[in-house]
């Protein structure tokens, strides 16, 4: 087993920046695609970011692209997500997690393990 603890959400204004973290433990961090997914009231669980074991690679979804940046730290076992010139849209629950799936060219279809989310509220 793998467990994951996001950290770092929180309450902020429209334009403003936020760091996620995700500590993880229990398995061999660099081995494993990370990932970082959303869900906001009412909606369905949406991909943000991933990025490969050693961080090659990185994958964004469109709404994010050229404002946040997915990074990990092999050494502290940890995955961030760098969140800059927020937008109340991007209210929801986020959550990362660990795929153990090798994939080229985009992000994994499947994930292993999962966090249990960090709120970030983002007031316009």
């Known amino acids: 087993q793998m467990q994951l603890v996001e950290s770092g959400g929180g309450l902020v204004q429209a334009g403003d920046s936020l760091r996620l973290s995700c500590a993880a433990s229990g398995r061999t961090f660099s081995r494993y695609f990370m990932g970082w997914f959303r869900q906001a009231p009412g909606k369905e669980r949406e991909f943000v970011a991933a990025?490969?074991?050693?961080?090659?690679?990185?994958y964004y979804a469109d709404s994010v692209k050229g404002r946040f940046t997915i990074s990990r730290d092999n050494v502290k076992n940890t995955l961030y997500l760098q969140m800059n010139n927020l937008k109340s849209g991007d209210t929801a629950v986020y959550y990362c997690?660990?795929?153990?799936?090798?994939?080229?060219?985009?992000?994994?279809?499947?994930?292993?393990?999962w966090g249990q989310g960090t709120q970030v509220t983002v007031s316009s």
């Open positions: 997690a660990a795929s153990s799936v090798e994939t080229v060219g985009g992000p994994p279809p499947k994930y292993d393990y």
């Open positions: 990025i490969t074991g050693i961080g090659g690679s990185r």
